[in-house]
């Protein structure tokens, strides 16, 4: 759990500059800095959203407001560009580490840069992932009904509109439904 003062450090800002990385330029509303857990020990990444989806119930019931950070988090680093292209694991291909409008696996790694590296998990190609969007949604509606802060739904539903737009192109008959390729 760290401060919020992080984002405004000018080193980090030289840092994520140099590296290419388009951060969104958004305003947050919140006060209690970001708050970060690891998957496992074997899957060393910050708040994989996959696996928060479960257990993200706990963390609105009982600490509602380092829920809304950790969204606020997500909604914001789905709107990033990692112009960075890497080997997968799996397939060997290549894949663009962050695209806008995907919501991201994790916020990163704590060996590497987290919340400004976003998706430091290789293994498969991210991007194209469908469940990641349909459970930001499902989480921010469910975030709202809980703690009905205004402020919260009005910073995240831009957001929610741009993963519905992304995870929508994965429907390539026209039928309202996301095609299945066998992968997440």
């Not at 696996?105 to 290789?122: E, F, K, Q």
């Not at 402020?151 to 741009?162: D, R, T, Y």
């Amino acid at each position: 759990w760290i401060g919020d003062k992080v984002a405004d450090d000018p080193e980090r800002k030289k840092y994520q500059m140099a590296l290419q990385i388009e951060q969104p330029q958004t305003e947050t509303y919140l006060t209690v800095g970001r708050f970060g857990y690891l998957e496992s020990l074997k899957y060393i990444m910050v708040n994989t959203y996959d696996v928060h989806f479960y257990a993200s119930w706990a963390l609105a019931m009982l600490f509602p407001l380092l829920e809304l950070s950790l969204q606020n988090d997500f909604c914001q680093s789905t709107l990033m560009v990692h112009n960075v292209e890497w080997k997968t694991l799996h397939s060997g291909d290549r894949a663009m580490r962050k695209v806008k409008g995907a919501v991201p696996h994790d916020l990163g790694n704590p060996g590497d840069d987290p919340w400004t590296w976003v998706n430091s998990y290789c293994i498969q190609e991210i991007n194209s992932w469908k469940d990641l969007n349909s459970k930001l949604v499902l989480q921010v509606y469910r975030d709202y009904h809980l703690t009905r802060n205004k402020a919260f739904l009005k910073a995240c539903w831009p957001v929610v509109q741009i993963a519905m737009d992304y995870v929508a192109k994965f429907d390539r008959d026209g039928d309202g439904m996301i095609e299945n390729e066998g992968f997440p």
